[in-house]
């Protein structure tokens, strides 16, 4: 038993790959057999000009007084012919707006991508606000006390007194010191030789007050030697004026911030973790969407009406480039309630810069959707594509200045480093629109370029 598959299509050369082919006009078949038969039979070189050849039998024709043959007019009617009021520009934004809207249909009635569209960018960020923390708290310190004075008492008081301090057994020697700063359980440790009070009081020399910070991890460890190097300063400070003393206190050294004065990791990540799920989520469902023509079949359709490359391309893109930018503004209300993000700068200004970043993404989506056949050779390949570059070259890990030219030029070759300065700037920065203009026209430029390539990379004609 055999399998007998149909097919439609206006292409002589998918026709010339059937077994048997029936050639129709107008609701009526003209032809039927074999391609290669029909060929024969119209003494034809190609199927194209058999198929011609017999359209031209089947228009009427008529003789003129010179003998050339002109066609019969057509019988006359009571039916009114008008021309079409629609214009090219217009048929065109016709053609354009039933692929978006198609595409629409198709995202409301899959309840699993319309999950990953609206909950996906909520869960991400909820995990990666939560999770991804640089806060130091209950930095673990001990203590040598080797002087046992009052003023040692209140050195040490100066650090139980800050709430991200939390004092463990003293030690009492440096072997001890190295077991317990070896298994994590020390952050910081404080040596207080002796004599050190009676320096202070009698104007002598200081003894040197030893502090050691556990560097196995970078950012807490900088985070502890600032808080000691403050304490430090501070109590240097306070003794200097009653004692006199030669001791560090004749260094002025105050640490301030700039931005985000209270230091907290939410602040910095949730205005970078906008541009992060906003690159990811809509490059992968944009670039799906197209792909899925492509494994379904449907692709044909585009393929064999007038549609243009550029008005298909359009067309899938929109609805996903307009949930992108609801998400947006989902990912900020949560940024408000949830984190309490601060806000001190122009948010219509970053409202604006969105549309033209989700436009850039989806865009960019569909150009990986150009150069691959399957749904998981797309998601994969625009999950590698787009996450590794914006994670570790747009100003998420380290800014773009301080990179080296080759990371430079790769990061600012993706739009996630040009939209991670406008988030950011917007909540803590104070950014208006005027500054943020530079880096809307750059991502205003990705939109263009992805657009273009992707014409360029799609194929109205099968291969």
Known sequence: DGVTIFISTHFMNEAERCDRISLMHAGRVLEVGAPAEIVARRHAATLEEAFIARLEEETPTEDTADGAKTEAAPAAT???VRADPKGPAAEALTRLWAYSWRETLELFRDPIRMFFAFAGPVILLLTMGFGISFDVNKLSFAVNDQDHTPASRRLIEAFSSIPQFDRKADFASPAQLDARMGTGSLALAIEIPDGFG???HSGDTVPEVSVWVDGSMPFRAETARGYALGVLTRFAKEMTPKTGANTPGSLDIETRYLYNQAFKSAYAMVPSMLMLILMLIPAIMSAISVVREKETGTIANFRSTPVRRIEFLIGKQIPY??????DFWILVALGFVVFHMPLSGSLPG?????????????????????FTRTQVSAVFATAVLSIIPTVNFSGLVVPVSVLGTAGRVLGESFPGAWFQPVSVGTFLKGFGLGQMVPNI???GFFCLLYLVVAILATRKQEA
């Open 350 to 370: 970053l409202g604006l810069a969105a549309v033209f970043y989700v436009i850039a993404t989806t865009g960019f989506g569909q150009l990986i959707s150009s």
């Open 78 to 80: 009571n039916v009114a």
């Open 321 to 326: 480039a307009v949930i992108a930018w609801v």
């Open 198 to 200: 009676k320096a202070l």
């Open 441 to 443: 026209l750059m991502l």
